[in-house]
Every structure is written in structure tokens, then in C-alpha cells.
């Protein structure tokens, strides 16, 4: 007499691993990339352009949003509820002040918890420091039970330092850059096709020496605008067209006539950059010096890495 047991046990953990059952139908699941960022200059949206291709490549069905944009994140939050662990989340930012941004900080507050699911955060940065952007979206998704399967950090232009003549970040990300973010993407989709996906450390996070960590902790973009650029509106230059206030990725211009700037701005300057009357002026002269002594200073290498 044979014992087919074990045979139907195997089966039933096959089963259960690559289908799902439901209202009797079994269908096969389905791996699968949400791909979520913040990019008021578009270095972080390159990056993210970059996975989303890569994942299309690999033939893995693939969303992507953009936090600036401000739409409602529910639909996103669905997928993952409902995906569980068959999905992953690319979070991405730009490094503020050794932060990741307000918006992708409070869209990870937002997300459902203990879905199961997987991410990946990464950041791009200007050359000054990555700081502890990495560490806190870490900590920040594992408290939500998201376990993480790699991280990156990216070198890229300062997006302070737009009209300086050799800006910090210049020419980055570089197709190198994108290479390895190629890369960060096909091991992250590997891994969650095996049984156990092997996680990284949050303590690899937590790359920056411990003093400079704890100084970092303590400096907030709140704190820090006190020293950065006060921008002013030329009134005579100024058309009143708007585009400042549709290009701002929270909201925080108002017009009265002429646009007046929210204390929720988070000093991404999209609204002079993007001002087609050049109306909006700022000396960044002070703190663009300041930024390149505190890149000299820390000297972070390697400029991009990937966790995985
Ligand atoms: C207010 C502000 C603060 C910044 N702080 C840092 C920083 O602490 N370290 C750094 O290397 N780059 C810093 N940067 C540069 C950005 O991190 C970098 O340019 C990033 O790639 C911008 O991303 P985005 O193009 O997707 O907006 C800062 C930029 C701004 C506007």
C-alpha cells in the first residue's frame, strides 16, 4: 500500500504558495510592484521611471504614483491590503535636511498594517549627505510590519544648487546609477519569488556614523528653515498665471493676489523653478556655501549603494 500523504501535503503547500483558492476558483497569484514617490525636482521620478521600466521588462504588473501629485492614496492602499505578501512597495524620496520628505513620511503612516506585503525604500540625494532618510522610512515601514527586501541610495543633482555653474550631483543619476537600480529590482522581484525572501537589516540602514546620526535626528527641515533661502515675490514680473501653485507638490500656495507660500511648504522651490517669469527670486549663495562645506566635510561614499 502506498501512502500519499506526504505527496498530498507537498501539493497543498505548492498550492498554496503559487494559487489562490477563493469562492472555490483557484487562480495563480500574481507578483507585483506598486511604485510610489515624491519628486518636486525629478530626480527621485527618473529613479522611479527606471524600476517601472525594469519591472515591465520582467513582465511583473507594476502601479505608480506620485505623492505630488496629491490624489487619493486608497486605491494603493486596497492592492496591498489585497495582494498581501505578493506585492512589493518602491517608496522613494529625495533626502531633506537628512529627511526623507513630509509627503512619503505621512503616506507611510497611512498605509494598512500587517498586510504581509514587502518594500523597498530608496532615496536620491544631492551630494551632501543621504543622512538618515533611509534608516527612518526603514523604521517607519517595518512598525506598518512591511518587510524589507533591499533599499537604495542615489546620487543626484542638488536640486538647491539649479543655477549654480558645478552644481553638487551634477549629472547624476548617471546610467550607472540607473544600472544599479536595475539591478536592486531584479534581486528584489528574485527574492519574493522564493519561499522565505530573505530580509535586509535594519541596522545596514543606519550607515552614518552614531554621532552624526544623533545629530541628524535633532535636525528637522522645520528647524532648518529658518536658514534657508527667504524667496520673494517681484510683483512686477509676477502674471498671476498659477503655475507655482500647480507645481507645488502640498499645496501651500495661495494667491492673494499674487501667490503667498503656507507654513506646510517643505522648501522644494518647485514654485521658482518652475516660474515661467523667473518672478520668484532667493539668494542661495549662503547656504549653497554651507552645503559644500558640510559635503566636504562628511565626505559620504560610496554616492549610490544598494541594500539587497
Ligand atoms: C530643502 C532641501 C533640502 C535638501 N537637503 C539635502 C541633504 O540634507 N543632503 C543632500 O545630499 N541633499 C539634499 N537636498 C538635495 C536633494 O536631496 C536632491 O537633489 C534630490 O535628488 C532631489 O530629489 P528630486 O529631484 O526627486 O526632487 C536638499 C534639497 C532641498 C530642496
Same mark, same amino acid.
Given at each position: ?33 506598486? +511604485? ?5 525636482? @525629478?530626480?527621485?521620478?527618473? +529613479?522611479?521611471?527606471?524600476?517601472? /521600466? ?5 513582465? +511583473? ?6 505623492? &505630488? ?15 498581501? /505578501? ?29 498586510? !504581509? ?8 540625494? $544631492?551630494?551632501?549627505?543621504? @543622512? ?5 522610512? !526603514? ?5 506598518? &510590519? ?36 536595475? %539591478?536592486? *529590482?531584479?534581486?528584489?522581484?528574485? #527574492?519574493?519569488? %522564493?519561499?522565505?525572501? #530573505? ?18 535626528? #535633532? ?21 498671476? =498665471? $498659477?503655475?507655482? $501653485?500647480? *507645481?507645488?507638490?502640498? !499645496?501651500? *500656495? ?10 506646510? =511648504? ?11 517669469? /523667473? ?7 549662503? +547656504? ?21
Amino acid at each position: 500500500m502506498t501512502d500519499d500523504a506526504p505527496l498530498a501535503s507537498l501539493r497543498e503547500t505548492i498550492l498554496a504558495r503559487n494559487y489562490i483558492k477563493e469562492k472555490g476558483k483557484v487562480t495563480k497569484k500574481e507578483k507585483q510592484a506598486v +511604485i510610489v514617490y515624491c519628486s518636486p525636482s @525629478g530626480s527621485t521620478r527618473h +529613479i522611479s521611471r527606471v524600476a517601472e /521600466n525594469k519591472l515591465e521588462e520582467m513582465k +511583473i504588473p507594476v502601479s505608480m504614483s506620485d505623492l &505630488g501629485k496629491r490624489e487619493d492614496m486608497s486605491p494603493i492602499f486596497s492592492q496591498i491590503r489585497e495582494a498581501k /505578501n505578493n506585492v512589493c512597495l518602491f517608496i522613494g524620496s529625495p533626502v531633506y535636511v537628512s529627511h526623507a520628505v513630509p509627503p512619503v513620511m505621512k503616506f507611510i503612516s497611512e498605509l494598512p498594517e500587517n498586510t !504581509g506585503a514587502y518594500a523597498v525604500p530608496f532615496v536620491t540625494w $544631492g551630494g551632501a549627505s543621504s @543622512g538618515i532618510a533611509l534608516y527612518e522610512m !526603514g523604521t517607519a515601514l517595518k512598525a506598518k &510590519g512591511f518587510r524589507l527586501l533591499g533599499a537604495a541610495k542615489v546620487l543626484a543633482l542638488h536640486s538647491m544648487m539649479w543655477q549654480s555653474e558645478s552644481p553638487l550631483g551634477e549629472s547624476h543619476p548617471d546610467a550607472q546609477d540607473d544600472k544599479m537600480i536595475e %539591478e536592486i *529590482v531584479a534581486g528584489v522581484m528574485k #527574492k519574493l519569488s %522564493e519561499k522565505s525572501p #530573505k530580509e535586509i537589516a535594519l541596522s545596514d540602514l543606519a550607515y552614518q556614523p552614531k554621532q552624526v546620526h544623533a545629530e541628524m535626528e #535633532k535636525v528637522t527641515l522645520e528647524l532648518a528653515k529658518a536658514h534657508m533661502p527667504q524667496r520673494k515675490v517681484v510683483e512686477e514680473l509676477c502674471s498671476k =498665471c $498659477g503655475v507655482c $501653485g500647480e *507645481v507645488c507638490p502640498v !499645496g501651500a *500656495v495661495s494667491f492673494s493676489p499674487f501667490p503667498e507660500f503656507g507654513g506646510n =511648504c517643505i522648501l522644494c522651490f518647485s514654485c521658482m523653478r518652475e516660474c515661467p517669469e /523667473n518672478a520668484i527670486k532667493a539668494d542661495f549663495s549662503p +547656504i549653497e556655501a554651507r552645503i559644500r562645506a558640510r559635503a566636504e566635510k562628511l565626505s559620504e561614499r560610496p554616492f549610490t549603494k544598494i541594500f539587497l
